[in-house]
């Protein structure tokens, strides 16, 4: 029986380069989960939740941002979050 068109592909291997992120970020990052549907189309709070998650454990790029950048809630409009 022929599976319906708008059934998802769970059986596909991810990509090689999501299998890399989370191999490298995996051991820093705990949440938000770096799973291929987050990876492959990353909204605005899965990716500020990352940096942040990356200057925690590394202290990389920490006072790069303001207060205000640092609270994701904070930041509302569109042309601050790109």
């Given at each position: 029986?022929?599976?319906?068109?708008?059934?998802?592909?769970?059986?596909?291997?991810?990509?090689?380069?999501?299998?890399?992120?989370?191999?490298?970020?995996?051991?820093?990052?705990?949440?938000?989960?770096?799973?291929?549907?987050?990876?492959?189309?990353p909204?605005?709070?899965?990716?500020?939740?990352?940096?942040?998650e990356?200057?925690?454990?590394?202290?990389?790029?920490?006072?790069?941002?303001?207060?205000?950048?640092?609270?994701?809630?904070?930041?509302?409009?569109?042309?601050?979050?790109?």
């Amino acid at each position: 029986q022929r599976p319906h068109a708008l059934t998802p592909r769970t059986h596909m291997a991810d990509p090689e380069w999501v299998t890399a992120t989370q191999t490298a970020l995996g051991p820093l990052i705990k949440r938000p989960k770096l799973t291929a549907a987050l990876l492959s189309k990353p909204p605005f709070r899965f990716l500020h939740d990352i940096v942040s998650e990356v200057t925690r454990a590394t202290g990389f790029a920490d006072g790069l941002f303001s207060e205000d950048e640092l609270q994701s809630g904070r930041i509302k409009e569109k042309e601050l979050k790109i």
